[in-house]
């Protein structure tokens, strides 16, 4: 019995501290997972992984980013700082759908840089198709907070133009990221998030090491479940030793 409750204190503990973490990987997988079959998500701009032209057709839609510029710098970036260039303009944009405007001005900060494109992290343009219905729209991510922003804080802008035309505009912010779940994505797979960011938690986004997630919450968990594997099955002994015990008499 000592030997049980020994592998029982064991057992819970490592099941407790493994459980969450666990939790929120399975969670986290299986969206992604849910999302990917269902939405195949590709870059408008062929050729690019970010936005580097202010006007593109796509599926004969015409978007135009026009720009307004504010007279005033943005920070020195880390990558500015790279590549030894000037910070960039700040300027207002806004999204021209065959010459009509559909959303309002927004700052962001371009970039000066050789790598990456005059919209680098701030603006991308993506095709998405839904995989369900068949139908193929266009939806525009915007990031409208700036670089010196922590993550809790930031906000992005998504413009979602059907195939028949139809505009829809929604904020997304990183502290109910877990509402929009296609949302998410778009802004991962835009570049503008800047940090990876999960659906509902971030654990999966974390720079891997032999320790996290393999020893733990994975091979943490897996010992847990292990043990409790071996203390039923000596509970289930016992009892049946008992039963033959009380039989034999």
Same mark, same amino acid.
């Given at each position: 019995?000592?030997?049980?409750?020994?592998?029982?204190?064991?057992? +819970? +503990? %490592?099941?407790?501290?493994?459980?969450?973490?666990?939790?929120?990987?399975?969670?986290?997988?299986?969206?992604?997972?849910?999302?990917?079959?269902?939405?195949?998500?590709?870059?408008?701009?062929?050729?690019?992984?970010? %936005?580097?032209?202010?006007?593109?057709?796509?599926?004969?839609?015409?978007?135009?980013?026009?720009?307004?510029?504010?007279?005033?710098?943005?920070?020195?970036?880390?990558?500015?700082?790279?590549?030894?260039?000037?910070?960039?303009?700040?300027?207002?944009?806004?999204? %021209?759908?065959?010459?009509?405007?559909?959303?309002?001005?927004?700052?962001?900060?371009?970039?000066?840089?050789?790598?990456?494109?005059?919209? +680098?992290?701030?603006?991308?343009?993506?095709?998405?198709?839904?995989?369900?219905?068949?139908?193929?729209?266009?939806?525009?991510?915007?990031?409208?907070?700036?670089?010196?922003?922590?993550?809790?804080?930031?906000?992005?802008?998504?413009?979602?133009?059907?195939?028949?035309?139809?505009?829809?505009?929604?904020?997304?912010?990183?502290?109910?990221?877990?509402?929009?779940?296609?949302?998410?994505?778009?802004?991962?797979?835009?570049?503008?998030?800047?940090?990876?960011?999960?659906?509902?938690?971030?654990?999966?986004?974390?720079?891997?090491?032999?320790?996290?997630?393999?020893?733990?919450?994975?091979?943490?968990?897996?010992?847990?479940? +292990?043990?409790?594997?071996?203390?039923?099955?000596?509970?289930?002994?016992? %009892?049946?030793?008992?039963?033959?015990?009380?039989?034999?008499?």
């Amino acid at each position: 019995m000592k030997k049980i409750i020994y592998l029982s204190v064991i057992s +819970f +503990f %490592l099941l407790a501290i493994s459980f969450s973490p666990l939790f929120n990987y399975i969670r986290e997988y299986m969206v992604s997972d849910q999302i990917n079959q269902r939405y195949e998500i590709n870059h408008a701009e062929k050729g690019y992984n970010t %936005l580097n032209v202010q006007e593109l057709t796509v599926d004969n839609k015409r978007i135009k980013i026009q720009e307004e510029n504010t007279g005033r710098k943005a920070e020195l970036t880390l990558w500015d700082e790279e590549e030894n260039v000037p910070p960039g303009d700040i300027v207002k944009v806004q999204f %021209l759908l065959n010459d009509q405007k559909i959303s309002t001005p927004d700052e962001i900060w371009l970039s000066n840089r050789e790598r990456g494109s005059r919209y +680098f992290s701030w603006i991308d343009i993506l095709t998405v198709k839904d995989r369900k219905t068949g139908e193929k729209g266009v939806s525009i991510v915007q990031r409208l907070t700036d670089d010196s922003q922590p993550m809790e804080n930031r906000k992005w802008k998504i413009i979602s133009i059907s195939h028949d035309g139809n505009i829809e505009e929604k904020v997304l912010s990183y502290a109910q990221r877990s509402d929009n779940h296609l949302g998410v994505k778009l802004i991962e797979f835009s570049g503008t998030s800047l940090m990876g960011m999960g659906f509902y938690s971030d654990i999966s986004k974390s720079y891997p090491s032999v320790f996290f997630p393999l020893i733990y919450p994975f091979l943490t968990g897996v010992l847990g479940i +292990f043990l409790l594997i071996i203390i039923v099955v000596q509970l289930l002994i016992e %009892l049946h030793d008992r039963r033959v015990i009380r039989k034999n008499g």
